[in-house]
């Protein structure tokens, strides 16, 4: 017989076996649907959606996609989805229409051709439909099982006739598939029916919901960004821009976040367009780390400066902010191409894998070098190489033609991490330090060169200046939206004259100027005499650098290592881009005013609205790290007080002040030493607003923030809910490793830790039915997925009893984001919902899965 505890737990408990996801359709109408997607994605395999080139779309980009639309006050509402999905575009849609209450009917057209997805997709379309009724809203939805593009090119061919059987729709929203298209195959032919020439799908699902659309129709769309520049999309670019205005741009900084579920590693924009032929004056820009993110950069530009009407390219120039202008600006100064300076760029000739007969590891009689992007250091060749790469080609006649004289080149990586600093990286070939007649170079370099043969060594010394300039990789990255660097990239380049790049390699040796050195060369020599209004982007650049590399070295993590951070702290000392660092100040400042000091010195202009991010993620963990204090003009005064100013530590300005001196390394070295000291003098403010719990009739206290408000929940609401027999033996805390900790009682269950490293967040030892619960609480760091579940089966391998798992969040929003990533066999519990639990695969709720195993063997 259960006990009463278990009786409550089975009356009041959701079974996720993940048939029956809209039981839990009570909640929020977004919330559910990710339910939906993170189950569907988890059931769709890698390989598949790889080869659909479909990615299911998380619900933060659904809301911020929803957002971007401007009419949705219309009576009428028809909107089509052309890849619908499991319907999370169209969910958030509703609910922005439903907010709105202006509509009287909305249809929705979707589109999806797999059987699964079509399931979910059901459920989606009655979700909405039950969230329209309640706000009395005419709500219908058509589910078309058939594939886009054939049945878009069916209407609009058909609309020839009757144009109004074509153009149905006031709006779309749409997650297009990304995937290529042979050049002979069925979806290529459709598409040059209806007049487009393209190399990829998802431009192909654009072109042809475009088209559908009514005049005045709105369009927002999540795209890979590469469609905006490059010969492959010059047809659907100039296609697209006749028939739509282009009104907002969403960039994502980051290429990981936007689908981090499916792994995509791609440089995505949403964009968001009228269909009219009249075209904005201005469009809007804005600029986040993810769709999570909060901090949002925005900028307005002009039409004209986006897409320029006299380029036949028609390439769309997105600049998020003033200083991307100015870049472009000064770039616009350099008119020459590579054949007006009669050179060419090419790609190395020798591909490894397929010449590996002919490759040696180290050089002997009968071969040259073999040149590889490892060997390019510190602006020249580094050769030979410790390396695993072999460093020598046989040079016999079956490989002449992989060879080319040995004189002198600049060569240049093809291929960067979106992390690397820079992502041009060139360097001169110096035939001089080689004494063979031939070279080779591997095919993940490209080689500037003259007609096949090399180059002065002046000139190949003042080109590689010019191609390792800050100025040159700023403009490169604002409109590549990818990490390669082809030689179609660098011949699209416009570079200075012959004059210039001589001028620029003139003096420079064997030491090759660092990239200060580089950036003051190319300011003297070529924009000296240009007359550029406005703050030097480059030096903006540099600040910036500077401050990152200050937190760096002060030991804050990769979280605050961002251009959000360094610019709190330069406007925390006032010191403005041309400002030496002993200029620092310590001026009383609060958010906005430090937001209003990026805008008007660094020329980045973020959303008012976005002022929480800087003070949540930047200046407390300042605080915490006794970088600055907060309110030193009134202690008295309450945090989050809107009058709450903050301002730089007295020590930590009198290091910042010896920056870029000799006086540095040293007094940094000092700063590091003192700094605990700092913290604690601190600390005693925060540890008045400790969390208190209580432990076997004691009082304990949790350090503020972070887990610990979930542990604290966990303490309180679950365990005398779900374990009210059990015994507290672990408790984790964010500062001090463990809050409470009877090593005595898990060693009487048969477990000895040696280290605290791998511990779950709180364990309880549930007498009653003789288990021993494991609980992570998910905040900053992830779930019991089945890395982990694998680690605390190691860790706890010696216990008599047997083992339960859960996982805990404070939302079920918070929830969703982890919801694929779950262990099967495991719990999971909601703090908001606390009176339910989730089990994942299993008919019993908190329920010791070495038991189930027992059972079906």
Known sequence: MPSSSQAFV?????????????????????????????????????????????FLTPAPVAELMAEMFDSLDLPEISLLDAGAGIGSLIAAFVAKVCQQQHTLSLRVVAYEIDPLLIRYLHQTLKLCEKECQHVGISFNYEIRETDFIEDAVRLLQAGLLNSENAAEFTHAILNPPYLKINAHSKVRELLRSIGLETSNLYTGFMAATAQLLKPGGEFVAITPRSFCNGPYFRNFRKMFLEMMALQQVHLFESRQETFSDD?????????????????????????????????????????????HSDDPEQFIHILPDKISQQVVQRMELFTCTLKDLGLTVSTGRVVDFRAKQYL????????????????????????????????????????????????????????????????????????????????????????????????????????????????????????????QVNATDLRKLKYPNLEQLLSLGTGIKEQ??????????????????????????????????????????????????NERSALTLLALLDLKPT????????????????????????????????RETVRRQTVHQFLDAALIVANPDNPSRPINSPKTVYQIEESALELLRTYATDAWEKSICTYLASVETLKKQYAQEREMSRIPIMIAGEIKTL???????????????FAPRFTPSGKLIYIGDTDEKFAHFDETALADLGVTIDSHGKMPDIIIHLTTNNWLVLIEAVTSHGPINPKRKKELEALFKGVQISLVMVTAFLSRKAMVAYLAEIAWETDVWVAEDATHLIHFNGEHLLQAYEIEKKKTC
């Open 10 to 54: 089975a009356n009041h408990t959701n079974t996720l076996g993940f048939n029956s996801l809209a039981e839990l359709s009570s909640g929020d109408l977004l919330a559910e649907v990710d339910l939906h997607r993170a189950v569907a994605s988890f059931k769709l395999k890698q390989s598949k959606k790889g080869l659909m080139g479909q």
């Open 263 to 307: 792994d995509v590693l791609q440089e995505t924009i949403i964009i968001q367009a009228k269909k009219q032929e009249q075209k904005s004056s201005n469009v809007i820009i804005n600029t986040s780390s993810g769709a999570n993110d909060d901090l949002i950069l925005s900028h307005s530009v002009s039409y004209a400066d986006l897409v």
């Open 360 to 483: 040696i590891t180290n050089s002997e009689n009968h071969t040259v070098p073999l040149i590889y992007p490892v060997n390019l250091l510190n602006g020249y060749v580094e050769y030979p190489k410790k390396t695993k790469k072999p460093q020598a080609i046989v040079c016999i006649e079956e490989t002449a033609n992989l060879l080319i004289p040995n004189e002198h080149y600049v060569l240049c990586k093809r291929f960067s991490s979106k992390e690397q600093k820079r992502r041009i990286v060139a360097v001169v070939y110096d035939a001089d330090q080689f004494n063979y007649a031939y070279v080779g170079f591997e095919n993940h370099l490209n080689y500037f060169h003259k007609d096949g043969r090399g180059l002065s060594l002046t000139l190949a010394r003042g080109l590689a200046v010019y191609l390792n300039s800050t100025l040159v990789d700023s403009f490169f990255r604002l409109f590549n939206g990818h990490t």
């Open 512 to 561: 090759f100027p660092s990239l200060r050195e580089i950036d003051e060369l190319i300011e003297d020599k070529l924009l000296s005499m240009s007359n550029q209004s406005g703050n030097n982007p480059i030096v903006i650049k540099s600040r910036i650098d500077e401050a990152l590399l200050i937190l760096t070295q002060l030991g804050f993590p990769r979280a605050q290592l």
């Open 579 to 610: 400002d030496s660092w002993q200029l620092a100040t310590s001026p009383f400042i609060g958010i906005t005013p430090m937001m209003n000091f990026m805008a008007e010195h660094y020329g980045k202009t973020y959303k008012p609205n976005t």
């Open 703 to 717: 350090s503020p923030g972070g887990q610990n408000i979930l542990i604290e929940k966990i303490i309180n609401d």
